[in-house]
């Protein structure tokens, strides 16, 4: 079963700074790709996610992600944050011909105003 | 735009006590999946179901149950409630192939 690492628990920026979260998974085999937002209080939402093609993703308010085969990798990233960017990320992994997905421990993401 | 409800925002109940949590999703969506949620460990999946009366075991169902008797409603069943259940419990739903939909949570307390 694939399995999934976020390797940061909690970060802390100040505002206009940028930002890269980390994100492995392990399985041999295709893929799909996820990271899900959680605003405090609020349900999961998708940010973005990779199926196929270009393997730089962008998603809503911003955000990005780039595939990287070799290293099982898939890190988000946003260039400048905003203090309403303060959440929880999930990165979350499923493979191709399954349905079930595995997510990570998650991230959160405190922005300092 | 897809919705996915989940019967109660918060619940208590006593240990022992047997707990139904229901989730019915809107968009004829074939696969409807149970989560619970733990601060630092992410999400981790309970049960998952593909159809109607079709159920799969993720990777923690000890202690739960599942029931899909109709496409839209997936109800996860805790037999005998324990201490050690208190948690976030997240249902998604999606079509096959595609990313899922998540309602906004039971926030569930077993004392």
């Known amino acids: 079963a694939q399995s999934v690492s976020q390797h940061n628990h909690h970060v802390i920026l100040s505002e206009a700074a940028s930002l890269e979260l980390g994100c492995n998974y392990s399985?041999?085999?295709?893929?799909?790709l996820f990271w899900y937002v959680q605003y405090p209080g609020q349900h999961l939402q998708l940010l973005l996610k990779y199926f196929s093609g270009d393997p730089l993703v962008k998603g809503i308010k911003g955000f990005e992600a780039e595939f990287i085969k070799s290293k099982f990798s898939f890190n988000l990233r946003k260039p400048s944050v905003q203090w309403s960017d303060t959440a929880e990320y999930f990165c979350?992994?499923?493979?191709?011909?399954?349905?079930?997905?595995?997510f990570g421990a998650g991230t959160r993401l405190t922005v300092k105003p | 735009d897809v919705k996915v409800t989940q019967s109660s925002r918060y619940l208590v109940k006593r240990t022992g006590e047997k707990v139904f949590l229901e989730c019915v999703q809107d968009m004829d969506h074939e696969n409807m999946f149970w989560y619970r949620q733990d601060p630092g460990l992410g999400l981790r999946l309970i049960y998952f179901s593909y159809d109607v009366k079709m159920k799969e075991k993720g990777d923690i169902p000890e202690g739960y149950s599942v029931s899909r008797e109709k496409k839209e409603r997936f109800s996860l069943i805790l037999e005998s409630a324990s201490t050690n259940q208190t948690s976030m419990y997240l249902c998604?739903?999606?079509?096959?192939?595609?990313?899922?939909?998540f309602g906004p949570g039971t926030r569930l307390t077993v004392t």
């Open positions: 998604a739903s999606s079509l096959s192939g595609w990313e899922q939909y």
């Open positions: 979350a992994v499923k493979s191709y011909n399954n349905n079930d997905m595995r």
């Open positions: 399985y041999g085999g295709t893929v799909n």
